[in-house]
């Protein structure tokens, strides 16, 4: 079955800087755009940013509340893509879910919480 | 972007009984390939979102024909008939016709 897997959440201090990845299997990874989504505690789903396949060029878009601070990358060798997240603020205090094209398989999530 | 609005936010129900969950977008949610590509998702505690329904009314494998959805262009419905205890949690509708993709605010079911 397809499968998503978040990890390299944590705690992170306010300005800071943190790496997530997802790792996808049993699916042709490098077909698919990968899009990254957060939910804030005890707050819905807020779409973050997504990268799309090579073949479709691999360009880039990301939410306003994280233009500038985000950068996604993907590495079709490892089925990986990563959420690079810059000057953290405690609003982005939140899971980080990665989604594939479509939004029909979700990860588990990783954790990532910015406070001193 | 497009904006999905959910009703009602909240919706107690009792055990057997059916639920039904509406979400309406301001624009059309018919892409250029003549697919509406609207899902529902449910949320238990917890836990990470799963897709129940794509595509206006296609249950996705595994999810019981008690889940059903229906709807056109801007107006979607969710039912869910002869609700059990494990239906709890929150559904969201999102579409991914449009990008960015986006969410309704989420709807908490409850045993009452």
């Known amino acids: 079955e397809v499968q998503l897997v978040e990890s390299g959440g944590g705690l992170v201090q306010p300005g800071g800087s943190l790496k997530v990845s997802c790792a996808g299997s049993?699916?042709?990874?490098?077909?698919?755009?990968i899009h990254w989504v957060r939910q804030a505690p005890g707050k819905g789903l807020e779409w973050v940013g997504r990268?799309?396949?090579?073949?479709?060029?691999?360009?880039?878009a990301y939410a306003a509340s994280v233009r500038g601070r985000f950068t996604i990358s993907r590495d079709d060798s490892k089925n990986t893509t990563y959420l690079q997240m810059n000057s953290l603020k405690t609003d982005d205090t939140a899971v980080y879910y990665c989604?594939?094209?479509?939004?029909?398989?979700w990860g588990q999530g990783t954790r990532v919480t910015v406070s001193s | 972007d497009v904006v999905l609005t959910q009703t009602p936010l909240s919706s107690p129900v009792t055990l057997g009984q059916t639920a039904s969950i509406s979400c309406r977008s301001r624009?059309?949610?018919?892409?250029?390939?003549?697919?509406?590509?609207l899902s529902w998702l449910h949320q238990r505690p917890g836990q990470p979102p799963r897709v129940l329904i794509y595509?206006?009314?296609d249950r996705f494998s595994g999810v019981p024909d008690r889940f059903s959805g229906s709807g056109a262009v801007t107006d979607f419905t969710l039912k869910i008939n002869r609700v059990e205890a494990e239906d709890v949690g929150i559904y969201y509708c999102?579409?991914?016709?449009?990008?960015?993709?986006?969410f309704g605010q989420g709807t908490k079911l409850e045993i009452q």
């Open positions: 595509k206006v009314s």
């Open positions: 624009q059309s949610l018919v892409h250029s390939d003549g697919n509406t590509y």
């Open positions: 990268i799309r396949s090579m073949p479709n060029g691999g360009s880039k």
């Open positions: 049993q699916f042709m990874f490098s077909d698919f755009a």
């Open positions: 989604t594939r094209q479509g939004g029909d398989y």
């Open positions: 999102m579409q991914t016709t449009q990008f960015p993709y986006t």
